[in-house]
């Protein structure tokens, strides 16, 4: 399946084969960002600043959290988190099961770009011209690095490298 949300706050689960529609579900709020699917549940972020899970095969509404502002884009799922960062200069993890609050964050700078995770590590770039290392399991920093500008694009994690840019159009690559 395809699962796809809109402005209007409404997420439909589409068969992937044919496109026809599996199940709709109306939030009530514009979605913000891309769906991250995982463990059963569709996660979408709100323009209202919450977060909801529903589940992948009915679209019933498994849990809502609300945070401090409005989500990032896209959202990072691991196994044990789902990161979301927010404009209200917050990265949060929550577990993906409950929606409970797992650990928050706060930036010195507003958070638009997205965060990614790798095994240990969630990173993300803020407004206030860092980009930042958290430690997945505990929320706490574990490195920072002031840019030459702000980081408002989102960060891409790949083989043993963290990429972000800066406002400036500059390209930092950080190896293990």
């Known amino acids: 399946r395809v699962y796809a949300g809109n402005s209007a706050g409404v997420v439909v689960a589409l068969d992937l084969a044919g496109g026809s529609e599996h199940w709709r579900c109306s939030l009530g ?17 709100l323009a209202d600043g919450g977060v909801v899970a529903l ?16 989500p990032t884009p896209e959202m990072a799922l691991t ?16 577990d993906p099961g409950s929606g409970r609050l797992l650990w928050q964050y706060a930036t010195q700078g507003v958070v ?17 011209g860092q980009v930042y290392g958290l430690d997945l399991g505990t929320g706490q920093l574990a490195w920072s690095y002031r840019l030459d500008g702000p980081a ?12 972000i840019a800066s406002e400036n159009r500059t390209v930092y690559s950080f190896g293990r």
């Open 112 to 128: 638009r770009g997205s965060p990614a995770t790798s095994c240990r590590t969630v990173y993300c770039g803020s407004s206030d």
């Open 79 to 94: 196994g044990g988190a789902l990161v979301v960062a927010s404009v209200d200069r917050g990265v949060y993890a929550l």
């Open 29 to 45: 709020a514009g979605i913000r960002t891309r769906a991250a699917v995982g463990q059963g549940r569709v996660f979408v972020g």
């Open 152 to 163: 408002l694009e989102p960060v891409c994690v790949g083989e043993g490298v963290m990429s």
């Open 55 to 70: 589940d992948a095969g009915t679209g019933g509404v498994v849990w809502r959290t609300r945070l401090g502002g409005r």
